[in-house]
């Protein structure tokens, strides 16, 4: 027995694999006449299963289990009103349903719903790794890529980071097996963002083509989305924890196009000098944003910069009349709301100043990203300590909402 096993009382590895070959025994003798698939969705033959192994160790139970494990099953002289065979019994039944459930898929979901906190999980198991890799969000942002053309899929908890794919060339040129397309988007590289909000879990499958066996275990079967990504040649499984969020019946309705999207730039080439290369990019980029707002871009189409700005504008004279016209909801009926977090809020901050100023009839808010969502954005609203700020205070219907991300305004 190993330090740490004698530390917390708890049996050797190599004990737990003496009690595991009756189960291996029994399984391999069904093998015999049947299918594993047949077994792991059969509660029958799942029950026949836990029988049998349970009358080989009611047999060898003071030899085998009370040594090991007596401690969590109880034999029927020690306890006479559990007994040996309803004790047992639960023991099996629980070690079976275990090896036929506790997939990579399964084994995520267990955790989080019962982990607390916020996570952006990648996880693996040296028994899937071939064909499978589980992802997860909960408060933290994960992304996938999808690169049909080349056989690529990139994963990550920043956005930008995933677009690594789009200038790498496919090894040995192109695939005509990989550009076989049903849809317009199919041979676009499409980019996947979790439900960080809700919480949803993510099980990617390569092997859809090359294994015959089921990619999730039974209990997962009915409630994880199946989806068909890389034009055929994997799976996506989804399951989300929250029940609010609307489903989509199909997946690219949820995805952002990589490719031919002009609002999507390739990463840049590294430099030996970064500071430099900010310097020097300093004047092409104030030129493109001044292009922008003067609709002067080389891509044909309306600027959004100013198609916002106008809306914003028509917004603005909206409320502004309905204030003058005494329908403005109150004194504490927010007319512009801005949120964002870090350096963002302090952008914020200061544009909720200069707003406030211009227009001193408007009532203007800024409120952190986190507390808001804290506030709105979950199933069960979080108050907010130390903060004026609550559902009571302030009322936001038709506020005109100013997002600022990355201190860009969206």
């Not at 509660?43 to 349970?54: A, G, I, N, P």
């Not at 040649?233 to 997946?251: C, F, G, H, P, W």
């Not at 909720?352 to 986190?370: E, G, H, I, M, Y």
Request: hydrophobic content about 40%; charged content about 25%.
């Amino acid at each position: 027995m190993t330090d740490d096993a004698k530390i917390a009382n708890l049996p050797a590895y190599e004990e737990y694999e003496k009690i595991g070959t009756y189960f291996e025994q029994v399984l391999d003798d069904m093998l015999l006449t049947m299918k594993l698939e047949e077994i792991s969705s059969s509660l029958e033959e799942r029950c026949k299963l836990s029988d049998r192994v349970e009358a080989r160790l009611e047999c060898e139970y003071k030899s085998v289990l009370l040594p090991v494990i007596g401690k969590y099953v109880t034999s029927e002289e020690d306890d006479v009103e559990e007994g040996v065979i309803a004790s047992l019994y639960s023991f099996v039944t629980t070690t079976v349903d275990a090896f036929f459930d506790n997939d990579l898929l399964h084994a995520t979901k267990t955790f989080l719903a019962n982990a607390k906190g916020s996570f952006g999980l990648c996880i693996s198991s040296s028994l899937d790794a071939h064909r499978q890799l589980c992802l997860a969000a909960r408060g933290q942002t994960i992304s996938i890529a999808f690169y049909p053309t080349k056989g690529l899929i990139c994963y990550g908890s920043e956005q930008a980071a995933v677009k690594a794919g789009i200038t790498i060339d496919l090894p040995g040129g192109r695939n005509a097996l990989l550009e076989k397309s049903h849809l317009d988007i199919d041979n676009d590289a499409l980019r996947l963002d979790l439900d960080d909000l809700g919480g949803e879990v993510c099980l990617l499958d390569w092997g859809v083509r090359s294994h015959r066996s089921h990619a999730i275990s039974p209990p997962n079967r009915r409630i994880a989305e199946c989806h068909k990504v890389m034009n055929g040649s994997a799976a996506v499984y989804l399951i989300k924890e929250s029940q609010v969020t609307r489903k989509n019946d199909l997946l690219y309705h949820r995805m952002t196009r990589l490719t031919r999207n002009q609002f999507i730039k390739p990463l840049q080439e590294e430099s030996d000098d970064l500071v430099l290369s900010d310097i020097e990019d300093i004047p092409r980029v104030c030129r493109t944003i001044q292009d922008d707002w003067h609709n002067r871009s080389s891509v044909k189409t309306m600027s959004l910069n100013r198609l916002t700005m106008w809306n914003l504008g028509r917004c603005l004279r909206k409320r502004l009349e309905m204030r003058v016209n005494g329908d403005g909801g109150g004194d504490n009926a927010v007319d512009i709301l801005l949120t964002g977090c870090e350096v963002s809020l302090w952008l914020a901050e200061q544009f909720t100043s200069d707003l406030q100023k211009a227009f001193p009839k408007l009532v203007v808010r800024c409120v952190s990203s986190n507390k808001f969502l804290g506030l709105y954005g979950q199933e069960i609203s979080i108050p907010i300590v130390g903060f004026p700020v609550s559902s009571k205070t302030d009322t936001i219907n038709d506020a005109i909402v100013i997002i600022v991300r990355y201190t860009y305004i969206v």
